[in-house]
Each structure stands twice: as structure tokens, then as C-alpha cells.
Nanobody, 126 residues
């Protein structure tokens, strides 16, 4: 069983920055790939970014490329999402996720993940 806890959300003006954290209850070295998703009211959950165990392989949705950076610190069992140049359309609840079994492939859809955090709200004002 893996528990994931997100933090770092909040209210920020457009153009501002936030850093989200995802703390895992188990060694992230045992989780391999991890990912960030978001869901805005009335919209489907969408993939934001994902990365491999070492962090060498990262993937980001086109909508956040160049603005968001995903990273992890396995020594701290924590994954991060640095969000810069935030836009009102980035407003959503952000969730971190991990697969049920260790995987070397970074999943780009929610179906690839089994464990989910409770989410942290990000609100970007115009």
C-alpha cells in the first residue's frame, strides 16, 4: 500500500509560480515512475507530467511544456512539480499518482496509475 500526500497548492496571480510536493509513504525508489494529473471543475482529469525512477526521462503535456518542471528526490521520498508562468487555465485540483507495480514506462494516462493522493487546489487569478 502506498499513500501519497500533496501539498503546496494555493492562490496565485497569473504569471506567478508555485511548487507542489508529493510525499510518498514508501520509498519512491520502489515506485519507479510517478506522475501529476489535474482536474478542473466540469472537466476530465488530464495528464500534466510524469517521470521515471531516476528522473532522467520526463514527459509533460503540451499545455505546460516550458512552464512546468517535474522532478523527484528519492532520498526524501518526494516528487515535485515546479509551476512557473501560471495562467488562469491552470486552475485545477492537482493530484500525484503512482502505479500499483513498479514500472519502467512512464504512464501518460490515468489508467496507468493505481495510487492517488487527495489532491491540492491551485487557483490562478487573472
Amino acid at each position: 500500500q502506498v499513500q501519497l500526500v500533496e501539498s503546496g497548492g494555493g492562490l496565485v496571480q497569473a504569471g506567478g509560480s508555485l511548487r507542489l510536493s508529493c510525499a510518498a509513504s514508501t520509498r519512491t525508489s520502489r515506485i519507479y515512475t510517478m506522475g501529476w494529473f489535474r482536474q478542473a471543475p466540469g472537466k476530465e482529469r488530464e495528464f500534466v507530467a510524469g517521470l521515471s525512477y531516476t528522473g532522467d526521462s520526463t514527459y509533460a503535456a503540451d499545455s505546460v511544456k516550458g512552464r512546468f518542471t517535474i522532478s523527484r528526490d528519492n532520498a526524501k521520498n518526494t516528487m515535485y512539480l515546479q509551476m512557473n508562468s501560471l495562467k488562469p487555465e491552470d486552475t485545477a485540483a492537482y493530484y500525484c499518482a503512482a502505479p500499483k507495480y513498479p514500472s519502467s514506462s512512464v504512464g501518460l494516462t490515468g489508467a496507468a496509475y493505481y495510487y492517488w493522493g487527495q489532491g491540492t487546489q491551485v487557483t490562478v487569478s487573472s
